[in-house]
C-alpha cells in the first residue's frame, strides 16, 4: 500500500495583470464563448512565464505552471525559492483559499492550513472568545477547543488575560495566544507559511519545537515554506525548489538548498513590485524598494565604512495607523535584525491617502562582508498587523576594500562573525 | 490506482449544485462565534452601547413622523403614525442590514478569505443572523410602543390569526435579504460598478415598498405593481395582523415565498461558483 496523502498533479495557476476595465470585461466574454463552445480558455495561450525581471508584452502571467509532486505520509516537505517563484500561490491553492486553473490536488485526511497566526481575531472580543473564534476559523469544532482548552492557555500563558479584549493585549501575548491555538490543531496535514518570521527568538523556538513534535511525534504530514535555509535544513526531508512557477529542483533538502543557493546569488539593487501577482492588500500596497548609499545613489554593492539608506514607497489606499519596518538576512536565510519605525507619529495617527515613502539608514560599520537580503514591511505593532510584507526585496553586498579603517583594521585574514561594529576599545594601566 | 482512498480533490471547477451542506453543517460553531462577534463588536466602545438598539428606531420614527405625515400629510390608515412608521421601518431596516451585510461579504472579509478556508457562505449566514437578533430587540421596542398606544392613549387593537404568520414572514424576509445579498456579492466581487447602482437602489427600494405609505394610499393601478416587490406582502400582512388594516392575501405570499426559494437557490448556485476565483480579483 502507498502512503501517498497528497497528490499534486499537473497544477497551474493563471493571474491576470493590470486593472479591472473594459478589456477584462471583453476578455471575460471570450472566455464565456470558448467555453460554450467547449474550446479551451483562450488566455491560457497568450501567458507568458512568470519571469518578473522581464517586462511583459501579455497581460495573463502563468504564477504557476505544470506542478507535479507527491507527499507521504509524516513527511515534512520544504518549499523553498526566490520572491515571487510561486510559493504563496501553491500554498494558496493548497488551502482552498484560491483554486488552480488547471489540474488536481488529491488528498488524503484533513487538512489545515497556517498563512498567518491569529486570522481573523478581533480587537473588541476577548482573548477566550479569539481563542474559539480563530479555532472555529482553523476548522476545529468546539468540543476539540473545549477539551484542549486548558493546555492551549497554559501554552499561551496569558490565564490571567483571558477575559481582557485582545486589543489591550501586548504584542508578544497576542501572538503567543494565536500560536497557541493554532499549535493545538490536529489536522492529518498541515500547511504552515512563514508565520515563524513574526515573533521573538523565544517563540521561534518554541514553534520550530511544537512542529518538529507535530510531524515527528504524531506522524502527521507537514508542509512547510520557508526563506530560511536553515530551518527548513533541520525540520524538512524532502524539498522542492521552485523558480518562475515550475518545479526546478525536488528531492532531498541538502541537495535542493544547494543548488537554490547557487542559483540565487543575484544581487537586487531596485525592486518594482508588480502589485497584481503580489497578493494586493485593502488598505495599503508596497510599490518599490531601493538600496542606495548616503547620496541616493542606487547600487548593490556597499563599501563597509558607508551609511546605506533603503527606500520604499507605498500607495495608502484607506486612511488607517501602520508603521514601515524592515527585516535583514545572510545568505542563509538567518536574521541579522528587525527594526521598525517606532518613534512614528503613525504608531498614533493615520496615513493620509495617496503615495508616501519610507527611508531607512544603516549605519556604517555594522554588518560584516557579505550577502544580504533585505525584506520590507508595512505593520501595526498593537495589536500586531502586518499589512504588508515582502521578504528578500533586496539583495546587496557590503564589502571591505581593506583600506584599514573599518573594524578589520589591517588584518585580512579570516574574520567571521553576523555583524562587524567598530567598537571603542579602552587600554590603560591596570593596578 | 486507489482512488478510494482520497478524501478530498482540489480542482478549477466545482460542481453547480455541489453545495457541500455537509461541509457547511460541520461548521456550525464558527456561525455562533461570527455571530456573537458582530453583536458584541457593533457598539463596543460607545458609551450608550446596547441603547442604540432603540434610539436609532425611535429617532427615525420621530422624524418618519414629522416629514410624512405631519408635513406631507400621507394617510396611515387610521393607525396612530408613530406604530405606523415603526413596523415599517423595523422590518425594513432588517431587510437593508442583511441585504447590505451578505452583498458585502468578500469585501468585509477579504483578510481572513485570503488566509485561510472555511465555506465562504457562513459569513453571509452569520450576519443575517446577527441582524436577526438586533432586529428581536427592535421588535420589543416596537410591542412597547404600541403598548404605550393602547394603554394610554386607548387605541384599540385587531390582532388576529394571521400574527401567527409572524415567524414565517421573518423567515422570507431573511431569505429573501439573503439571497439577493449573496447574488450582489458574487456579481460585485469583479466588477465594482454594481455595486454603486446597489448602494443607492436599496435606498431608493423603501420608497417602492409599503414603509411610510399604507398600499391603500396607492392609486389602485399601480398597486399590482408594487406588490411585485417582494418585500411588499410581507409588511402589509405583519401590519395586517396587528392593526388589522391593511391587505392580506395567500397569493402574493406565495409570490414572496416563490420568490425567495429561486433567490436562495440561484444565489447559493452563483455565490459557490465565485467564491473559488474571488482572491485572485479582490
Redesign the interface.
Known sequence: MNNVVIKVEDISKLYRLGNVNVSTLKDDFEIFRHKLLGKENPTFKLAENNERSQKSTSNYVWALKDINFEVEKGEVLGIIGKNGAGKSTLLKILSKVTSPSTGSIKIKGRIASLLEVGTGFHPELTGKENMYLNGHILGMTKKEIDRKFDEIVDFAGIERYLDTPVKRYSSGMYVRLAFAVAAHLEPEILIVDEVLAVGDIEFQKKAIGKMQEVSKGDGRTVIFVSHSMDTIERLCNKSILLSNGTVSNYGLTKNVISDYLKTNNSLIAKVVFGTDVQPKHPITNILEAYIHDENYVISETFDITKKIGISFKYVVYQEEQFIGGIDFYDERGNVVFNSHDVSSIYNYEKHSLGKQQYTVWIPENLLAEGVYSVGVALLKQVPVLIYQHIQNAIKFKVIDYLRGDSARGRYNGGFPGIVRPLLNWDQKRSN | M?EE??????????GIFDFKLKELW??R??VW??V??DI??MY??TVLGPLWFFISPLMTVIMFTFVFNTIAGIKTDGIPAPIFYLTGTTLWNYFQQSFTSSSSTF?NN?????????PRLISPIASTIANLIKFFIQIIVLIALVLYYVFIEGYQLHLNLSLLLFPMLIVIMAGIAFGVGIITAALTT???DLQMFIGFGVSLLMYATPVIYPISQVPPKFQFYLMLNPIAPIIETFRYSVFGIGSFSWLYLAYSAAFMIVVLFLGTVVFNQVE??F????
Do not use: C, H
Not at chain 2, 477579504?110 to 472555511?118: E, L, Q, R, S
Not at chain 2, 482572491?279 to 479582490?282: A, E, I, L, N, P
Open positions: 486507489n482512498k482520497w478524501t478530498e480533490e482540489i480542482t478549477p471547477k466545482r460541520r461548521y460553531d464558527l462565534m461570527f456573537r462577534r458584541v463588536s463596543k466602545q469585501v477579504a483578510g481572513i478569505f485570503g488566509k485561510v478556508y472555511f469583479k466588477y465594482r473559488k476565483k482572491m485572485d480579483t479582490v
